[in-house]
């Protein structure tokens, strides 16, 4: 079993829609949640980043953590054509170093 | 700020031969940068952690050897892909960070595809 579990897709929504990402975990240690945001050919770059269980909304972007299910999501309010792109969840904690682990990453197209 | 840079943004080698791959942090002193490799469709694999002054620290299964990382200054590390083969084909990631955990905020370069031939 995978540490991170995140379902690739490619997930396909009509602009305005609200896209909701998941990713679930085995490790009980893992304590900071984190979203990246990768366009094609270029690195990730840092979107949301929670400690614990939770909410936290930045503009559009809500990142919610559920640590009793290990369970944490990124949802996305009015989606863009520009919001296409592929979203990987990662995570850390007290293990390994506090070495971050990344999902899979779910590619997502939003069709105007 | 917090721009990472990488050079070369694509290379195509020979069998056999050694590529080298820049990381820079423009505007900042990176304490640590880390190395990682991307196959498609699939994570980010951390292939070594790398402090300025000290040598790099590799994940399991990462040959040394094979993958030479040398961290010679605080916005400068270089990865050395030696006798590169095929199977080493992929697009490979630096980031960096001004703490020294891997939870202390990363930032991404833009990635240097290789392709061995």
């Known amino acids: 079993q995978k540490e991170v579990e995140q379902d690739p897709g490619p997930l396909s929504v009509p602009e305005g829609a609200i896209v909701s990402l998941n990713c679930t975990y085995s490790?009980?240690?893992?304590?900071?949640f984190m979203w990246y945001r990768q366009y094609s050919r270029k690195g990730p770059e840092l979107l949301m980043y929670?400690?614990?269980?939770g909410n936290k909304e930045d503009g559009r972007f809500t990142a919610q953590v559920d640590k009793s299910s290990k369970y944490i999501s990124l949802f996305i309010r009015d989606s863009q054509p520009s919001d296409s792109a592929t979203y990987l969840c990662?995570?850390?904690?007290?293990?390994?170093?506090?070495?971050?682990?990344f999902g899979a990453g779910t590619r997502l197209f939003v069709k105007a | 700020g917090a721009v990472v840079s990488q050079h070369p943004s694509w290379v195509i080698c020979k069998s056999g031969t050694s590529v080298k791959i820049e990381c820079r942090s423009l505007?900042?002193?990176?304490?640590?940068m880390f190395w990682y490799r991307q196959f498609p469709k699939q994570s980010l694999m951390l292939m070594a952690t790398?402090?300025?002054?000290?040598?790099?620290?590799?994940e399991q299964g990462v040959e040394k050897d094979k993958f030479l990382i040398n961290h010679a200054s605080l916005t400068l590390s270089t990865l050395t892909v030696t006798s590169a083969h095929p199977e080493d084909s992929s697009f490979y990631i630096c980031?960096?960070?001004?703490?020294?955990?891997?939870?202390?905020?990363?930032?991404f370069g833009p990635g240097t595809r290789l392709t061995v031939l």
């Open positions: 980031s960096a960070t001004t703490g020294a955990r891997s939870t202390d905020t990363q930032y």
């Open positions: 490790n009980s240690a893992f304590q900071y």
């Open positions: 929670t400690y614990s269980s």
């Open positions: 990662a995570m850390s904690g007290n293990t390994g170093g506090f070495k971050t682990i």
């Open positions: 505007d900042f002193q990176a304490t640590t």
């Open positions: 790398s402090n300025e002054g000290s040598k790099a620290t590799y």
